[in-house]
Every structure is written in C-alpha cells, then in structure tokens.
C-alpha cells in the first residue's frame, strides 16, 4: 500500500529532523565552550619545568600562531617574570627598558593549569591522535579576534546565544551546510504528510482534509534556510539587522502554526486513520502543542513589555528551539507503519 510507503517516509524524516538540528546546534555549542575553556600554546617543550627564551625567540613565537597547538600545553600553571642585563628579576608587568631585558623565562609551579587539554583525559587523547582536529581548533581560535568567553551550560546560564556559538569561522561552515539539509528534510516530511492525507482521501479513508499545515511548514523551512544563509554576515546596517530578526520570527510562527493544523488534522481524523496511529502519542502531541503555544504567548509578551536580560533570552533561544524539536521526535513514534502492511493468504 502506498499509505504504508508514506507512513515509513514520515518516521524517517521526522527522525532526522529531531535529531539532525539538534546535532548541529550542540557540536557548535561543544566547539564554542571548548574554545573558551582551553588555550593554545607556543610549540615548547612543556615537560621542561623551566624555560628561558630570549627577547626574539618570545618575538617570534608570537608571531607564528601557526605553530601554536592545544595538546601540546603546560600541565601546571606557569608563572612569567623577566631577567635583565643588570640580573634583576621582574614580572612581566613590571615597567622595562627593552635594552635591559635579557631573557624571559616560564616555569611551572605544582598548580594544576585547567586551561591545559592533559587535564582533560579525554580531549587530550582525542587532540593528541588527531591532530587535523586540532589544527582546525587552533585555526577557529586564531581567526577569531573577538576571541571566546568561558562558559557553563546557556540552556541554564545564558551565557551565549546559538547564533554567536555558530557564527565564527570555521564553524559558520559546518553550521549552516547542516541547517540548510535539515530545512530540506523538513520539507521533505510535510510534503510526505501531505501525500498521505491524499493517499488516505483516495482510498475514502478521510474526505476534505486540510492542506494548510503543508504551506505553513513549507514556509517555515524557507524562513530557516534565510536564517542560516544570513548568519555571520557582517553587515553594518539597522534593517539588515531587523531583517534578521522578523525571520526568526517568522520561522517561528510558521514553524508553530504548521505543527497546531498537522495537530487539528491528526485529532479531527482520529476515528479513520486508528489503525494506522498510536493514540497515546497522539494525546500527548495535542498536550504538547498547547503546551507549546501558552510557552510562546507568555515569552512573547514578556519580550513585548517586559524589561528581559540578554542571558534570560539565551535561555529562551536555546530551549525553546530544542523544544520545538519534540514535536518531530513525537511524530516518529505516532505512525504506526507495521500495522498497514498488505498479507498475501497462503496459496495465493
């Protein structure tokens, strides 16, 4: 049967489409916390506890970040200070005469350094047998003048919001390639979703079922490829700015309305298509999208009227997108395919 051909695509999709942003958001938020949890350092044999450069050896390791890497890093804290041509000790603070400095020297004390990758058992396994990851980190870190702050957890903190853990080179381009192929395989599970309902119409399964989740879902994915195509253009202008902004919104409100008609059309048709649903899914996605649009009223006006901090609304940004994506994990559990397959009869 055709309706089961449909059903089988629906899961998949739904599936991909739960898991593949879900994905893309967390590895550029893994990247970004990384970044602004560990340093880089100049290529020195940092099982040495002490180490005396002079003034131009420190000049130029500077200058080559290019040689720079994370896995080879001093595992205790080091501490700098400067030794002059007249043997006096100074911290690098401290105000010289650059003819006066004869070396400068970095030793490590016995505290561990947390910004050092050997004291993360795991990363520093994983950077110190693939050094392409490495080298790709290290060029994240020295492409990026703005640099990265440390943070915690923004689904609780916000301490960052999405755009700006995937608006920085490299990543923009593993970002937006992933968004772009989610937005595909999203239209790809509203156009199945509208194909079964006209595969059902068909077979006088359902009559006059509506179409309108369809245009609201293919709509919605159009705005998220805009989204993604416009992330990290550096574009000094207030309406680019507004721009980006009313299509985010507008993602959102497509992306709301689409899964509210899919919803209505799924519960108005309950009856006809029971044996093809399983109906405790189907009550707990009616429940999540109430759930979902009492969420989006009460932000709303509380961006409307209230006086909201920055991190408050990382927090919103980053739940409420993941959020969003429960509805297409509910619906790889709502169909069931199994239950449509055509039994030919012994003999036949």
């Not at 050094?131 to 301490?159: H, Q, R, S």
């Not at 853990?165 to 192929?181: H, S, V």
Request: net charge positive.
């Amino acid at each position: 049967m055709r309706s089961n051909q449909f059903i089988k695509k629906i899961r998949f999709y739904a599936f991909i489409s739960f898991l593949l942003p879900l994905i893309t958001i967390n590895s550029c938020l893994l990247v970004y916390k990384f970044l602004g949890s560990f340093d880089a350092y100049a290529p020195f044999n940092w099982k040495e506890k002490k180490i005396v450069l002079t003034p131009e050896q420190e000049k130029l390791n500077q200058q080559n970040l290019g040689t720079w890497s994370f896995s080879n890093c001093p595992k205790y804290k080091v501490r700098e200070y400067l030794i002059t041509t007249d043997d006096q000790i100074l911290n690098d603070e401290e105000i010289f005469r650059d003819d006066k400095l004869l070396y400068i020297v970095k030793e490590q004390g016995e505290i561990k350094n947390n910004r050092c990758v050997k004291n993360s058992r795991f990363i520093y396994f994983l950077l110190n047998n693939v050094k392409t990851l490495d080298n790709i980190l290290m060029l994240a870190k020295e492409k990026n003048a703005k640099g990265f702050a440390e943070i915690k957890n923004p689904y609780f903190y916000g301490e960052v919001s999405i755009s700006r853990t995937a608006r920085f080179f490299p990543i923009t381009y593993l970002f937006k390639p992933l968004i772009i192929l989610s937005s595909i395989f999203l239209i790809l599970y509203w156009k199945n979703n509208l194909n079964l309902f006209k595969e059902f119409e068909k077979q006088n399964i359902l009559f006059k079922s509506s179409k309108t989740f369809f245009y609201f879902g293919i709509c919605s994915c159009i705005f998220l490829i805009l989204h993604a195509i416009f992330l990290g253009l550096d574009i000094e202008s207030i309406l680019f700015k507004k721009m980006r902004r009313v299509i985010i919104i507008l993602f959102i409100f497509f992306e709301l309305l689409a899964q509210v008609y899919l919803t209505r059309n799924l519960f108005k048709f309950r009856e006809e298509i029971k044996k093809y649903i399983n109906p405790l899914i189907l009550k707990i996605k009616i429940t999540f999208v109430a759930i979902l649009i009492a969420i989006t009223l009460v932000l709303l006006i509380l961006m409307i009227w209230g006086d909201l901090s920055q991190a408050f609304k990382n927090i919103s940004e980053w739940n409420y997108f993941s959020i969003l994506l429960i509805y297409y994990f509910l619906s790889r559990l709502f169909w069931n395919a199994s239950k449509t397959q055509v039994h030919t009869p012994e003999g036949v």
